[in-house]
């Protein structure tokens, strides 16, 4: 196997923990939730099962060059999985206004007045936050928003790295068409 295929496999197991992940905490943020989710939160999980099953595809068309079908196929789906993530990613930034869950630090540093003013205000936010309330934990579902965010960044980068390389390998390839000079035909000096 050339460094080119085993860097792109490794991309591909590096988008499948990801979505993984995201999957597994949107779910859980799903389940525990009193009175229905935000719609961010269903595009999150949406976000994670598309990548899941193109995954199959793409780790299928990375492996055989057979099981890809057209040479633009992959590259394709590799750039409406990077727009997915970079959309999920921006859109639940904006929604969770990257703030602290608060309460862990709480019990171990009660005593200064300054901090526990700040660990009211991070209460505040976690109740009062559309993605973050609605559950019986609110600072469990916090963490857990954070950290599907932070995924949905991770996930972003892997597929914008397999999209140039899925990009680079359909310029070698044979079934696209290549752009500038003609192959065939007369040349300038036959004229």
């Not at 057209?70 to 859109?91: K, R």
């Not at 969770?96 to 009211?120: T, Y």
């Amino acid at each position: 196997m050339e460094f080119g295929r085993i860097s792109n496999l490794a991309l591909r197991g590096l988008q499948f923990l990801w979505a993984l992940l995201i999957i597994a905490l949107v779910g859980n943020m799903i389940h525990d939730a009193i009175g229905g989710n935000p719609s961010i939160v269903n595009y999150s999980i949406f976000v994670g099962v598309f990548a899941m099953l193109s995954l199959i595809y793409l780790i299928a068309g990375s492996i055989s060059e057979g099981l890809s079908g057209h040479p633009l196929g992959m590259v394709i789906v590799d750039a409406i999985n990077t727009l997915l993530f970079f959309c999920g990613a921006v859109a639940l930034s904006a929604q969770l206004r990257v703030h602290s869950c608060g309460r862990s630090v709480r019990f171990a540093l009660n005593h200064f007045l300054i901090i526990d003013s700040m660990l009211k205000l991070s209460q505040s936010y976690v109740d009062n936050n559309s993605i973050t309330r609605g559950s019986h934990n609110n600072t469990k579902r916090c963490h857990e928003a954070q950290a599907v965010c932070a995924f949905l960044w991770f996930g972003f980068a892997a597929f914008a790295a397999s999209l140039v390389f899925s990009g680079l390998a359909t310029r070698g390839s044979t079934g696209v068409r290549g752009g500038g000079l003609r192959k065939g035909g007369p040349s300038m000096s036959h004229v």
